[in-house]
């Protein structure tokens, strides 16, 4: 079994009235590499006429993010000329490489209707050798996400990236992932086994898991060491988990707004490059 090394409360940080919680970066975790930040949107109801997603155009340069949409919805524009809106079940995946403006905001219909909204965003890090290469999205709604069920039907599971299961991942990965969206009923159980050479990204979206013995709630992220291989879930409530590994890269690491190089002139270098234009243009 896979040794548990600490449990990670998600500490709530509100984004104008947009309900957030992040397990990481915090003072006592600054990151599991290559997975390096968690914002958890919600759950809340938005009322009729609403403003909606407060995310309006910025810039991103060095990293990748990952977006699942539990509930509501997202619409996606950058500069590169993708646009799209995903709902309820949907994940959108954005490598921002050497540099793009993107804004996440609601659908027109979502600010005119209100209604539920969940929203996680993950980013991940790039190796070194990939911070530049050429930006890129996919926004994948949920019937064009690969699934499959475990113990009788009591478990759901997207497969994201990486195979599991015989089954392939809908994301095509810059670096090797895996990663799955597992919906889990009460008493439903899967085991794992994952390299111990790769990093494990756990986060418990909503209801209770006991994991490798351990009874663990939501919007805790689970931190596991390299010791050992496999992990064991039970449901002991509904629950959502958020589950990925790889490799880490052992790279430094300097994060500052939306940048993630690895050294602070690369950092420096960024926002010359944002301000000169070089991002891409923004006439939405």
Partial sequence: MRTIKRIHKAEYRPIADLVTYSPMPTRSLQQIDPFIFL???GFQTY?????????????HRGMETVTFILE?????KDSSGHESVIGP??????????GLIHAEVSSTEFKRNGGDLEILQLWLNL?????????NYVGLQKEEIP?????????????LFGEWNGVQGAFEGTFPLTMSTIYQEKGGKFEKVI???????FYIVRGELKVNGEEIQFRNLVEFTNSGEKIAVEALEDAILILGHAKPFNEPMVAQGPFVMNTQQQI????QDYQAGKFGSWDH
């Fill in 195 to 201: 390299p111990s050479e790769e990093n494990i990204f």
């Fill in 147 to 159: 699934a499959f069920d475990l113990d009788g039907g009591k478990i759901k599971v997207q497969q």
């Fill in 89 to 98: 079940g949907g994940v959108q995946y954005m490598t921002a490489g050497r």
């Fill in 39 to 41: 914002n958890h949107h």
């Fill in 72 to 76: 509501g919805d997202i619409m996606h």
């Fill in 127 to 135: 190796p070194a050798a990939k911070k530049m290469i050429t930006p």
């Fill in 268 to 271: 420096y270098e960024a926002y």
């Fill in 47 to 59: 009322p009729e006429r609403n403003q909606g997603l407060p995310f309006g155009p910025h810039p």
